[in-house]
């Protein structure tokens, strides 16, 4: 199956990765400030919980805008990248994690 894809799809995914990127980094940043308010009472844990939701909002949102294979896949790893380029106190093994989740994503929309 060929899939064209068009300047637009790849702007699209450009701003979804850039955008979603800098939501992910606050995300980290918002987890690990809540994580240390959560440290007294020994739930260091929780912090990140409400968070990790977030961390898959640019796979979803580029597949299902987009509607390409692979959309959610590039996105959320350019997401990954970008969130990593700015600063995350977790180092590359972010962009491992982008993969997974984007493949993940793709597997999910397959299936449907």
């Known amino acids: 199956m060929k899939v064209n894809w068009k300047l637009k799809d790849v702007l699209m ?3 979804v990765s850039v955008l979603f990127g ?3 980094l606050g995300a980290t940043y918002a987890g690990g400030f809540l994580s240390g308010l959560l440290t007294p009472a020994g739930l260091t844990s929780l912090g990140y919980e409400p968070f ?3 961390y898959f909002m640019a796979a979803a949102f580029a597949a299902y ?3 390409k294979p692979g959309a959610g896949i590039i996105a959320e790893m350019l997401a990954a990248i970008i969130e990593c380029l700015l600063g995350n106190y977790f180092g ?3 962009i491992l994690s982008g ?3 984007g493949i993940g994503f793709e597997l999910v929309i397959a299936s449907l």
């Open 13 to 15: 995914i450009a701003i």
């Open 22 to 24: 800098v939501v992910f």
């Open 52 to 54: 990790y939701g977030i």
């Open 65 to 67: 805008v987009i509607r």
């Open 92 to 94: 590359p093994i972010i």
């Open 99 to 101: 993969l997974v989740q």
